[in-house]
């Protein structure tokens, strides 16, 4: 189970007249107390997939020329390309959230076989993932078993991101 953190932040006289000014383009920081995690860390990157990024799925580097791009990881990826997790969906061309360190919220691939709490996860069809068994493709390690077997929907799974090379 994850842990929400709230935190709290302040702003100078300046900080509040530029607000009244210019409520578009805002200088500073801000956190959003229902979406700011201490336990995650995720980058901005762009969704070049073709297609919808569901939440919870591997993604890699995109092979095009835009350096920010992703798209799903799956089977043929080694751990080196997957660059994390995606946040929440988002269509082709828009932005995306992509944890790459702490925990975050899997999908696993309906009909996958089951495995246990602490197994390693690695990507599959559309970068769902399933339990690792060969040095290929690992991302995370799960925190919870979990059953997709007899399932005919794809279900979330608590995982660690493991993103760098572990063999």
Not at 12 to 28: E, R
Not at 103 to 121: D, N, P, Q, R, W
Not at 140 to 165: K, R
Request: aromatic content about 6%; overall charge negative; hydrophobic content about 40%.
């Amino acid at each position: 189970m994850s842990t929400r953190f709230g935190t709290r932040l302040s702003a100078s006289v300046g900080d509040i007249a530029q607000i009244a000014v210019n409520t578009t383009n805002i200088a500073g920081s801000s956190v959003d107390n229902t979406s700011f995690r201490a336990d995650q860390l995720y980058m901005r990157m762009k969704n070049l997939s073709g297609g919808t990024l569901p939440a919870g799925v591997a993604v890699m580097a995109y092979d095009g020329t835009d350096n920010l791009g992703v798209k799903a990881a799956n089977t043929q990826v080694n751990s080196k390309r997957c660059l994390g997790v995606t946040l929440a969906a988002s269509e082709n061309t828009e932005d995306v959230d992509v944890i790459y360190g702490g925990k975050c919220t899997v999908m696993i691939l309906a009909g996958s076989t089951a495995f246990a709490e602490h197994s390693f996860i690695m990507g599959a069809t559309g970068g769902k993932g399933i339990g690792g068994t060969v040095n290929n493709g690992r991302f995370a390690i799960a925190l919870e078993a979990i059953d997709a077997s007899g399932s005919g929907v794809d279900l979330p799974c608590e995982c660690v991101i493991i993103v760098s090379e572990l063999y």
